[in-house]
């Protein structure tokens, strides 16, 4: 007669047919149309960059955890996630032996020396990015314009301002749609977004933190004096907020919390575009605010269990 196996565990138990590797694969999908728009507008170097990436990454999280005899997960789609936005952050005309560099800093420090997926405190991708950026900070700022396959450098948006340019803007219409110069994920607002509504009909992300961070950045930047819609549509604020900020492991956890982060990401990513050394921000407001994220969570989550009188 065979055993009949019992788990015990305290409650709640809400089951759902999700799955981490389901949010994971999801996501993925919907960086799709933004990463077409990248090859489209900065040719195979920018399709090979970001095949290393991802490749980089899956053979990293496999190599560690085979090394310290844990279990396989690159199926679960989390390293491809990764390897997509570290991709996402890179200029077109970065070499490729960035690939391997950054997917080291990404999956073997920020990810798999805290534990592994759900136990990072930082952004992966975005951990990788900052090293880069310090380590390299002339490739990493190297940039080629819209429908420019070969090496030619040109300034970004965010660039002509900060550095004061006599350069004309693009317009909106550019911005939104993505004939602009930047980082191989960042440029098309339209294409983001559009992967972005997938996310949030599906309820693997939320309103809250990408309208806190944009609104922010955007009253921020009309505080110090700059355009609001520019600043909205320009750089990586559009990829931030929905695919970086979003992050359900370096993100609070309640809807409160994550106005919260958002806001705080928008502001410091306005305050670093208008004083700081770089003409972007997002990627050190979301790491700075990550940091933050477990006195966000202890400050705003709601009490389990009833709530507490006064006395009188």
């Not at 055993?3 to 999801?26: K, N, Q, Y």
């Not at 970001?50 to 005899?69: D, N």
Request: with cysteine; charged share 10%; net charge positive.
């Amino acid at each position: 007669m065979s055993e009949r196996v019992f788990i015990l565990a305290p409650g709640p138990h809400v089951g759902t047919g999700d799955s981490v590797a389901r949010v994971m694969w999801r996501v993925n999908i919907a960086l799709l149309p933004a990463l077409a728009w990248g090859v489209w507008s900065f040719g195979p170097a920018a399709l090979a960059l970001t095949a290393a990436c991802v490749a980089s990454c899956m053979a990293v999280e496999a190599l560690v955890e085979l090394l310290f005899g844990r279990a396989i997960t690159v199926r679960d789609g989390s390293a491809v996630v990764t390897g997509l936005l570290l991709a996402f952050n890179l200029p077109p005309g970065a070499p490729l032996w960035f690939a391997p560099v950054g997917a080291l800093v990404a999956i073997a420090v920020a990810k798999l020396a805290f534990g592994g997926l759900g136990f990072n405190i930082f952004n992966p991708a975005l951990a990788a990015r900052a090293f880069l950026m310090a380590s390299y900070p002339a490739r990493m700022t190297s940039w080629r314009p819209y429908g420019a396959w070969d090496a030619v450098s040109a300034a970004t948006p965010l660039g002509i301002l900060k550095e004061r340019l006599d350069l004309p803007l693009p317009s909106y219409a550019d911005l939104f749609l993505g004939r602009v110069g930047g980082c191989i994920g960042e440029t098309s607002a339209l294409l983001l977004l559009a992967g972005a509504v997938l996310l949030l009909a599906g309820r693997d992300i939320t309103w809250h933190t990408p309208a806190s961070f944009l609104g922010a950045l955007a009253g921020m930047s009309l505080l110090v004096g700059a355009d609001p819609l520019l600043a909205v549509l320009a750089g990586g604020a559009v990829l931030g907020a929905f695919y970086m900020a979003t992050d359900m492991v370096t993100a609070p956890l309640s809807g409160g919390g994550r106005l919260v982060f958002g806001a705080g990401c928008g502001i410091i990513t306005a305050v670093i575009r208008r004083w700081g050394g770089y003409p972007e921000g997002v990627c050190y407001s979301i790491l700075l605010m990550n940091a933050f994220t477990p006195l966000i969570d202890r400050c705003t989550q709601p009490r389990r269990f009833g709530s507490r009188r006064g006395r009188g």
